[in-house]
């Protein structure tokens, strides 16, 4: 779709003229360029990242020690 025909509202509540704009969805426009939004975003980022890291060597070693666990019991 390459655009979409949306109701113009001027600065008041009502909007006062019936003409339509097209509406184009960018991509530059990140959620993540608002200020507010900032330090949530790089948090999870972080968050992220660690569980990117982490979680691979944490279940590796758990298996390894389930392993060991069973062969042991033998």
Do not use: K
Not at 45 to 72: D, K
């Amino acid at each position: 779709m390459t655009g979409q025909d949306v109701p113009v509202a001027e600065s008041g509540a009502v909007p006062v003229s019936g003409g339509t704009q097209d509406v184009y969805a960018s991509p530059d426009t990140l959620s993540a360029d608002r200020a507010g939004d900032r330090r949530p975003f790089g948090w999870l980022v972080v968050l992220e990242l660690l569980a990117l890291v982490l979680l691979p060597g944490l279940l590796a070693a758990g298996l390894r020690r389930r392993m060991a666990a069973r062969g042991a019991a033998r």
